[in-house]
C-alpha cells in the first residue's frame, strides 16, 4: 500500500515512463488532421488520459499497462477533438458538395468518375477543385455527428468511450461497415486505393507516400481527400446508416 508520498512518486515516474507514448500517438492522430489542430493541445489531453489511466490502472485487468493507457490516451485526445470545432463549416460543406457530385456522376457514368468530371460537375476549374481538396485535408470517412441520433439522442462514442469493456473501432468493423468499406475501397481508382493501403496499412506519412507515387505531399493530400468523398458517396450509396 501506497503512501500519499509514494503514491505520487509512483505516478511521476509512469507520466514520466509513459510521455513518450502520448507524443508519438498525438503525432500519428495529428498527420491525418487538418493544420488547424493544434499538436500541444493533443499533447495535453493525452497527458490527461494517461493521468486517468494512471490512477485507474490495477493489475487485475489482465491487460498490459500501456495497452489500458493507449485506450485512455486516444479517448482523452478524441474527447478533445469533439469538443473543438476543427473543421470549418465552410470546408465542410465543401466536401459534402464533392460527395454528392461523385455519387450524382457514378449513377450516371457507372464508374468512378474523373477529376475533370468532378470539377466540371461543381462548376469549378480544374485548380480551383484541387485547392479545395487542399483545404480538407483532415476530411475523414467517420465523423462523430454521423453516429448522432436522428432525434439528437447520445452520439455512437459517448456509448463507447468511456466504457472500458467496449471499444468503438472494434464495434465497426464487426459490424457491415467492415464488408461495406472493404467492397468500397476495392472500386477506388488504382492510384487512390494503392494511396489508402500505404496511408492506413503501412501506415506512411505524405512524403513517404509522394515518393513511392511520384507526386509532390501536396498531390497526396489532395487525391486522400478525394479518395475519402469517393468512400463516403459509395457507403451512403449502400445505404450504410453509420454515413448520414
Known sequence: MY???GKTQNTDQMLKQHSGLVKKMAYHLKAKLPSCVELDDLIQAGMIGLMDAIQRYEDTHGAQFETYASQRVRGAMLDELRGADWLPRGIRKNMR??????????????RPPTESEIAKHMNFSL?????????????????YEDFQDDDGGEHFLDRYVDDDNNDPVKSLLESDFREALIDSIDHLPEREKLLMGLY?????NLKEIGAIMSVSE????????????RLRASMRDKSWTGVA
Open 200 to 204: 492506413y496499412e503501412q501506415e506512411l
Open 97 to 110: 458538395d464533392i460527395e454528392v457530385a461523385v455519387q450524382q456522376l457514378e449513377q450516371k457514368l457507372s
Open 218 to 229: 501536396s498531390r497526396v493530400c489532395q487525391l486522400h481527400s478525394q479518395a475519402v468523398a
Open 3 to 5: 503512501t500519499a508520498k
Open 127 to 143: 485548380e480551383d477543385y484541387y485547392d479545395v481538396l487542399s483545404d480538407c485535408q483532415g476530411h475523414q470517412l467517420i465523423y
